[in-house]
């Protein structure tokens, strides 16, 4: 599937280093004082063995209340290769994928989980590093009526399961035209509504802007039975003040389905959502793919190098980040894998009241700044000795 030789970090540490050292640095490294895998049931990782994908469990906890219960939630998160080569037809190349991931949220249901969120535009490769459009915009499909949502929305409803799934949105009303969509399903089933990209990358391979442009959906945040949810989507994770606006329209968890390969992006991964928890005192769940992609023509990405027909390798590392700074251990750089994370919202207030970061954020400082710089006479505000 790839060509990683370390596949798994937290697996390498386990694997070398003594027990009590070990417990050392998964204190520094996860932030975490006591031991946070959750025992998952028999009949999920049965599934998994099965079906030759990864399952790993987690858990968040928060202090007992009085004045308040516990709000525990379990959160799915899917990363996984396609299946058909790039060449097969674009239908049965969608259902190969819908198969996969149908087991695989079958096993989420089967482990307890109460969300379960999708790595970016799942139902198809990520095609758009070659700037084809041809046919790879046949992956495209609506929103909210496309065939993507309506099976999903089945098995959200079978499962009493929130699903969040990210697809190549097709625009039907507005001129046909192209989004990266992350569409959010109630667990009644119910089509509860989407978000759009953005923030666009144009860096290498990942020129999207031959496909889709930014969104125009703003920063919505789902209220669903089971939290407030909001999806940034991929590229997004590079700017802060993407994170800040879902938090400040209230989010409770953050999704961040993504698709980003080794030697570009993997130093960026463990930082960011974590950051973002940290700043915004909600959960992040970051997700991305993993595998080579191979396509039927040579591309190049503008860099100086070969013409090339593969994409990757993605290298995984799906994880969840808490607000207190703490974090899971990954899933694998290179094999398709479900983590289940077990968390208590009432962590995000908690940490909140503690560290005081919405209360000292200075909103009307920043507005004035920003304000300023968004201006085409703008100067930077550099004093100089004179």
């Known amino acids: 599937m790839s060509a990683f030789e370390l596949k798994n970090l937290n697996e390498c ?33 049965a599934i998994a063995e099965e079906n030759g994908f990864d399952i ?40 190969a994928i819908w198969n996969k991931v149908k087991t695989m949220i079958k096993a989420a249901a089967a482990a307890g989980c109460n969300i379960v969120g999708t790595q970016e535009a799942w139902t198809m490769p990520f095609a758009f590093c070659t700037r084809e459009k041809f046919p790879w915009c046949e992956f495209a499909e609506e929103a909210e009526n496309g065939p993507t949502t309506k099976m999903l929305s089945e098995l959200a409803k079978e499962y009493n399961m929130v699903i969040i799934h990210s697809i190549l949105e097709r625009d039907i009303e507005h001129g046909e035209t192209i989004w990266n969509t992350a569409v959010v399903i109630s667990n009644s089933g119910r089509y509860l ?29 789902f209220e669903t039975e089971f939290g407030k949810l909001a999806i940034n989507i991929c590229y997004g994770r590079h700017h802060p003040q ?43 769940v970051p997700i991305n793919r993993v595998g080579t992609e191979e396509f039927p023509n040579e591309y190049t990405s503008g860099d100086g190098k070969k013409a090339h027909k593969e994409f990757g390798p993605f290298y995984g590392s799906t994880y969840v980040a808490a607000p207190d700074g ?40 920043y507005a004035e700044s920003f304000q300023k710089a968004a201006q085409h006479d703008f100067k930077p505000q550099i004093i100089k000795e004179t």
């Open 193 to 221: 509504g989407k978000h759009r990209k953005n923030h666009i990358p144009r860096v290498g391979d990942f020129n999207e802007s031959t496909y889709y442009m930014e969104g125009n959906t703003l920063h919505p945040v």
């Open 56 to 95: 790993k469990g987690y858990r968040f906890t928060a202090r007992p209340e009085q004045t308040r219960k516990p709000r525990i939630v379990r959160v799915g998160a899917i990363q996984n290769s396609i299946v058909l080569p790039t060449t097969a037809p674009i239908e049965k190349q969608r259902e």
């Open 242 to 284: 993407n994170w800040m606006m879902f938090g400040l329209n209230g989010a409770e968890i953050v999704f961040n389905p993504s698709a980003t390969i080794g030697r570009l992006s993997e130093p960026l991964w463990s930082i960011e959502a974590r950051n973002a928890a940290i700043a915004n005192s909600y959960f992040t």
């Open 13 to 45: 540490l386990e694997k070398h280093l003594p027990a009590d050292e070990l417990k050392e640095v998964k204190r520094i490294l996860y932030g975490v004082e006591e031991d946070q895998t959750l025992t998952l049931p028999e009949n999920a990782t």
């Open 326 to 365: 703490s974090r899971t251990p990954s899933l694998s750089r290179d094999k398709d894998g479900l983590l289940v994370v077990e968390l208590d919202l009432n962590l995000c207030r908690q940490v909140k009241d503690f560290w005081g970061f919405r209360m000292t954020q200075r909103l009307p400082l």
